[in-house]
Protein backbone atom coordinates (compact mmCIF):
# COMPACT_ATOMS: atom_id res chain seq x y z
CA UNK A 1 0.00 0.00 0.00
CA UNK A 2 1.63 3.48 -0.98
CA UNK A 3 2.13 5.67 1.60
CA UNK A 4 1.85 9.72 1.97
CA UNK A 5 3.31 11.34 -1.16
CA UNK A 6 4.43 15.06 -1.21
CA UNK A 7 5.53 16.81 -3.92
CA UNK A 8 7.73 18.80 -4.84
CA UNK A 9 10.09 17.48 -2.49
CA UNK A 10 12.28 20.89 -2.35
CA UNK A 11 11.32 24.26 -3.51
CA UNK A 12 13.27 27.53 -3.35
CA UNK A 13 10.88 30.41 -4.15
CA UNK A 14 11.69 34.19 -3.67
CA UNK A 15 9.79 37.11 -1.28
CA UNK A 16 6.26 38.07 -3.22
CA UNK A 17 6.27 34.72 -5.19
CA UNK A 18 3.46 32.17 -4.59
CA UNK A 19 3.45 28.22 -3.93
CA UNK A 20 1.82 25.42 -4.77
CA UNK A 21 2.22 22.00 -2.48
CA UNK A 22 0.55 18.89 -3.67
CA UNK A 23 0.08 15.54 -1.27
CA UNK A 24 -1.35 12.31 -2.24
CA UNK A 25 -2.83 10.81 0.80
CA UNK A 26 -3.32 6.56 0.83
CA UNK A 27 -5.75 5.20 -0.37
CA UNK A 28 -9.17 5.34 0.85
CA UNK A 29 -8.08 8.14 3.59
CA UNK A 30 -10.51 10.80 3.70
CA UNK A 31 -8.67 13.68 5.55
CA UNK A 32 -5.24 15.62 4.98
CA UNK A 33 -3.91 17.83 7.69
CA UNK A 34 -1.06 20.38 6.75
CA UNK A 35 1.94 21.05 9.11
CA UNK A 36 4.53 23.21 9.01
CA UNK A 37 7.53 22.95 10.70
CA UNK A 38 10.49 25.42 11.74
CA UNK A 39 13.21 25.20 13.69
CA UNK A 40 11.75 28.00 15.85
CA UNK A 41 8.04 27.12 16.11
CA UNK A 42 8.46 23.50 15.93
CA UNK A 43 5.33 21.69 14.47
CA UNK A 44 2.16 23.79 13.58
CA UNK A 45 -1.16 22.59 12.33
CA UNK A 46 -2.43 24.44 9.00
CA UNK A 47 -5.64 23.37 8.31
CA UNK A 48 -7.28 19.68 7.66
CA UNK A 49 -9.72 18.88 4.50
CA UNK A 50 -12.26 15.69 4.88
CA UNK A 51 -14.24 15.21 2.15
CA UNK A 52 -13.57 18.55 0.35
CA UNK A 53 -14.26 20.66 2.59
CA UNK A 54 -11.68 22.16 5.13
CA UNK A 55 -12.96 21.18 8.29
CA UNK A 56 -10.22 22.87 10.85
CA UNK A 57 -7.95 25.83 10.55
CA UNK A 58 -5.02 27.23 12.17
CA UNK A 59 -3.83 30.12 13.46
CA UNK A 60 -2.23 31.11 9.93
CA UNK A 61 -2.99 33.88 8.25
CA UNK A 62 -5.04 34.07 4.92
CA UNK A 63 -1.77 33.99 2.74
CA UNK A 64 -2.38 30.03 3.60
CA UNK A 65 -4.68 27.79 1.98
CA UNK A 66 -5.91 24.31 0.65
CA UNK A 67 -8.28 22.66 -1.26
CA UNK A 68 -8.88 19.22 -1.34
CA UNK A 69 -10.12 16.87 -4.66
CA UNK A 70 -12.96 14.73 -5.43
CA UNK A 71 -10.03 11.86 -5.15
CA UNK A 72 -9.01 12.81 -1.72
CA UNK A 73 -5.75 14.43 -3.08
CA UNK A 74 -4.99 17.65 -1.39
CA UNK A 75 -3.04 20.69 -2.65
CA UNK A 76 -1.98 23.80 -0.25
CA UNK A 77 -1.06 27.05 -1.62
CA UNK A 78 0.97 30.28 -0.15
CA UNK A 79 1.09 33.59 -1.87
CA UNK A 80 2.98 36.69 -1.19
CA UNK A 81 5.39 34.78 0.31
CA UNK A 82 8.02 35.92 3.20
CA UNK A 83 11.33 34.83 4.15
CA UNK A 84 9.68 33.53 7.46
CA UNK A 85 7.71 30.52 5.59
CA UNK A 86 10.68 29.08 4.86
CA UNK A 87 9.91 25.33 6.80
CA UNK A 88 9.47 21.83 5.92
CA UNK A 89 5.28 21.38 5.19
CA UNK A 90 4.21 17.97 6.28
CA UNK A 91 0.81 16.31 4.80
CA UNK A 92 -0.65 13.97 6.78
CA UNK A 93 -3.65 11.73 6.29
CA UNK A 94 -6.08 9.31 8.41
CA UNK A 95 -9.29 7.59 7.82
CA UNK A 96 -11.49 10.28 9.99
CA UNK A 97 -9.13 12.91 10.75
CA UNK A 98 -6.56 11.69 13.22
CA UNK A 99 -7.81 14.34 16.24
CA UNK A 100 -9.75 11.63 18.09
CA UNK A 101 -7.15 8.80 17.41
CA UNK A 102 -3.72 10.47 16.54
CA UNK A 103 -3.40 8.11 14.25
CA UNK A 104 -2.11 10.31 10.95
CA UNK A 105 0.49 8.70 8.20
CA UNK A 106 2.71 11.77 7.52
CA UNK A 107 4.79 12.17 4.38
CA UNK A 108 8.14 13.15 3.75
CA UNK A 109 7.56 17.05 3.53
CA UNK A 110 8.12 19.49 0.89
CA UNK A 111 11.12 21.38 1.84
CA UNK A 112 10.31 25.30 1.31
CA UNK A 113 13.11 27.80 1.21
CA UNK A 114 12.26 31.07 -0.01
CA UNK A 115 15.40 33.98 -0.41
CA UNK B 1 -6.19 24.77 25.70
CA UNK B 2 -4.30 21.66 25.85
CA UNK B 3 -0.44 21.67 25.56
CA UNK B 4 2.43 19.35 25.99
CA UNK B 5 6.28 19.85 27.02
CA UNK B 6 9.21 18.01 26.56
CA UNK B 7 11.68 18.71 29.29
CA UNK B 8 14.87 18.13 27.21
CA UNK B 9 15.59 19.61 23.95
CA UNK B 10 18.65 16.92 23.21
CA UNK B 11 19.22 13.20 25.09
CA UNK B 12 22.59 11.57 24.84
CA UNK B 13 22.76 8.06 25.11
CA UNK B 14 24.97 5.02 24.62
CA UNK B 15 24.41 2.10 22.86
CA UNK B 16 22.89 -0.23 24.80
CA UNK B 17 21.66 1.94 27.76
CA UNK B 18 18.30 2.68 28.58
CA UNK B 19 16.22 6.01 26.99
CA UNK B 20 13.95 8.27 28.84
CA UNK B 21 12.32 11.08 26.89
CA UNK B 22 10.51 12.98 29.52
CA UNK B 23 7.30 14.72 28.67
CA UNK B 24 4.31 16.55 30.93
CA UNK B 25 1.03 17.43 29.43
CA UNK B 26 -1.36 20.04 30.05
CA UNK B 27 -5.13 19.59 29.95
CA UNK B 28 -8.47 20.08 31.66
CA UNK B 29 -9.85 17.16 30.80
CA UNK B 30 -8.49 12.83 30.19
CA UNK B 31 -6.38 13.74 27.20
CA UNK B 32 -5.18 11.45 24.63
CA UNK B 33 -1.72 11.26 24.23
CA UNK B 34 0.76 9.90 21.57
CA UNK B 35 4.62 9.90 20.74
CA UNK B 36 5.70 10.17 17.51
CA UNK B 37 9.26 9.80 15.93
CA UNK B 38 10.93 11.95 12.83
CA UNK B 39 14.41 10.20 11.50
CA UNK B 40 16.69 12.77 9.49
CA UNK B 41 14.91 13.81 5.99
CA UNK B 42 11.83 11.58 6.97
CA UNK B 43 7.70 12.43 7.70
CA UNK B 44 6.93 12.02 11.34
CA UNK B 45 5.80 7.76 12.33
CA UNK B 46 3.15 6.84 15.08
CA UNK B 47 5.14 5.35 18.17
CA UNK B 48 2.55 4.69 20.29
CA UNK B 49 -0.83 6.04 21.92
CA UNK B 50 -2.40 6.59 25.07
CA UNK B 51 -6.71 6.64 24.93
CA UNK B 52 -7.40 6.32 28.25
CA UNK B 53 -7.11 2.35 28.36
CA UNK B 54 -4.05 0.83 30.61
CA UNK B 55 -1.94 3.76 31.60
CA UNK B 56 1.56 1.63 30.55
CA UNK B 57 1.62 1.50 26.77
CA UNK B 58 3.71 -0.60 23.97
CA UNK B 59 5.31 0.84 20.95
CA UNK B 60 7.29 -0.49 18.08
CA UNK B 61 10.62 -0.96 18.37
CA UNK B 62 10.94 -1.46 21.85
CA UNK B 63 9.45 2.21 23.41
CA UNK B 64 6.79 2.26 26.30
CA UNK B 65 5.37 5.13 27.66
CA UNK B 66 3.60 5.53 31.03
CA UNK B 67 0.42 7.71 31.71
CA UNK B 68 0.85 9.28 34.98
CA UNK B 69 -2.37 11.67 35.51
CA UNK B 70 -1.01 12.40 39.59
CA UNK B 71 2.33 13.80 37.86
CA UNK B 72 0.81 14.98 34.59
CA UNK B 73 3.93 13.16 32.50
CA UNK B 74 3.85 10.69 29.75
CA UNK B 75 7.60 9.66 29.59
CA UNK B 76 8.65 7.66 27.02
CA UNK B 77 11.22 4.74 27.70
CA UNK B 78 13.38 1.60 25.90
CA UNK B 79 15.26 0.00 28.03
CA UNK B 80 18.18 -0.71 25.45
CA UNK B 81 18.94 2.29 23.22
CA UNK B 82 20.39 1.04 19.31
CA UNK B 83 22.38 3.03 16.77
CA UNK B 84 18.89 3.27 15.16
CA UNK B 85 17.17 5.14 17.74
CA UNK B 86 18.40 8.14 16.74
CA UNK B 87 16.03 10.83 15.57
CA UNK B 88 13.93 13.36 16.66
CA UNK B 89 10.84 12.17 19.00
CA UNK B 90 7.63 14.59 19.59
CA UNK B 91 4.78 14.26 22.49
CA UNK B 92 1.80 15.30 21.33
CA UNK B 93 -1.93 15.67 22.37
CA UNK B 94 -4.60 15.50 20.61
CA UNK B 95 -8.02 17.92 20.57
CA UNK B 96 -10.69 16.80 19.01
CA UNK B 97 -13.87 18.29 18.72
CA UNK B 98 -17.41 17.42 16.82
CA UNK B 99 -16.58 16.72 13.48
CA UNK B 100 -13.00 16.93 13.79
CA UNK B 101 -9.50 17.51 15.48
CA UNK B 102 -5.92 18.35 15.52
CA UNK B 103 -2.43 17.20 16.90
CA UNK B 104 -0.76 19.71 19.44
CA UNK B 105 3.27 18.70 19.16
CA UNK B 106 5.63 19.21 22.00
CA UNK B 107 8.77 21.11 20.59
CA UNK B 108 10.50 17.48 20.33
CA UNK B 109 13.47 15.72 21.62
CA UNK B 110 16.74 15.08 19.97
CA UNK B 111 17.75 11.66 20.80
CA UNK B 112 21.80 10.63 19.96
CA UNK B 113 22.98 7.18 20.45
CA UNK B 114 26.62 6.92 20.72
CA UNK B 115 28.76 3.67 19.86
Not at chain 1, 31 to 52: A, N
Not at chain 1, 97 to 105: A, C, K, Q, R, S
Not at chain 2, 91 to 107: D, H, M, P, T, Y
Request: some cysteine.
Amino acid sequence: KAGVTQTPRYLIKTRGQQVTLSCSPISGHRSVSWYQQTPGQGLQFLFEYFSETQRNKGNFPGRFSGRQFSNSRSEMNVSTLELGDSALYLCASSLDGGGNTGELFFGEGSRLTVL
Amino acid sequence: AQSVTQLDSHVSVSEGTPVLLRCNYSSSYSPSLFWYVQHPNKGLQLLLKYTSAATLVKGINGFEAEFKKSETSFHLTKPSAHMSDAAEYFCVVSESWAGGGKLIFGQGTELSVKP
